[in-house]
T-cell receptor
Framework: AQSVTQLGSHVSVSEGALVLLRCNYS??????LFWYVQYPNQGLQLLLK??????LVKGINGFEAEFKKSETSFHLTKPSAHMSDAAEYFC???????????FGKGTKLSVKP | EAGVVQSPRYKIIEKKQPVAFWCNPI?????LYWYLQNLGQGPELLIR????????DSQLPKDRFSAERLKGVDSTLKIQPAELGDSAVYLC?????????????FGPGTRLLVL
């Protein structure tokens, strides 16, 4: 069965600092991994996804994530945080034959001026 | 291109009342999902449709929840009767297919409060 663990329910960084949001997964099949962002009172927006191929995936808004099979990780990074990055971030793994996404509990990112 | 549309955006009802949520997926998307998002949690699948067929409803509490997707386009999710624990955000998503590489596009959600 697939599962996702996001370390840290709340991360706070200063504007301009590195953003690192951690995600570890468990999957019985080759994983397809996703990062979504949710702004207050809005739905989820895809940041990036890993399917196959290159393990470093670049997404929107300057975010990227690296798939590390040996560490079962898919951490999200951004070199320099902006105030507009403040939101909740969800890591997800595809549920295989079920067709759904299995989400972590989310990490709320705060950006201090 | 229009995104996934959901209505209403907010709903407040008293317990034991019925409630319905509506979803219009992205044009051409055959796969439609309803997810439940409790406060402080990630979304969890309630039901998945391929066209008009519900192919995975194993997580749908069938004693009080029902869903339909007439003509394989719009979908409605109903709760009857609602309970206090149903207060949550109900998200609809759609994708061009059910394969693992497909991106699921989410609507803004319906925030339900049961009093």
């Amino acid at each position: 069965a697939q599962s996702v663990t996001q370390l840290g329910s709340h991360v706070s960084v200063s504007e301009g600092a590195l953003v690192l949001l951690r995600c570890n997964y468990s999957s019985s099949v080759p994983p397809y991994l996703f990062w979504y962002v949710q702004y207050p009172n809005q739905g989820l927006q895809l940041l990036l996804k890993y399917t196959t191929g290159a393990t470093l995936v670049k997404g929107i808004n300057g975010f990227e994530a690296e798939f590390k099979k040996s560490e079962t990780s898919f951490h999200l990074t951004k070199p320099s945080a902006h105030m507009s990055d403040a939101a909740e971030y969800f890591c997800a793994v595809h549920g295989g034959s079920q067709g759904n996404l299995i989400f972590g509990k989310g990490t709320k990112l705060s950006v201090k001026p | 291109e229009a995104g996934v549309v959901q209505s209403p955006r907010y709903k407040i009802i008293e317990k034991k009342q019925p409630v319905a949520f509506w979803c219009n997926p992205i044009s051409g998307h055959n796969t439609l999902y309803w997810y439940l998002q409790n406060l402080g949690q990630g979304p969890e699948l309630l039901i998945r449709y391929e066209n008009e067929e519900a192919v995975d409803d194993s997580q749908l509490p069938k004693d009080r929840f029902s869903a339909e997707r007439l003509k394989g386009v719009d979908s409605t999710l109903k709760i009857q009767p609602a309970e206090l624990g149903d207060s949550a955000v109900y998200l609809c998503a759609s994708s061009g297919g059910a394969g693992p590489q497909e991106t699921q596009y989410f609507g803004p959600g319906t925030r339900l409060l049961v009093l």
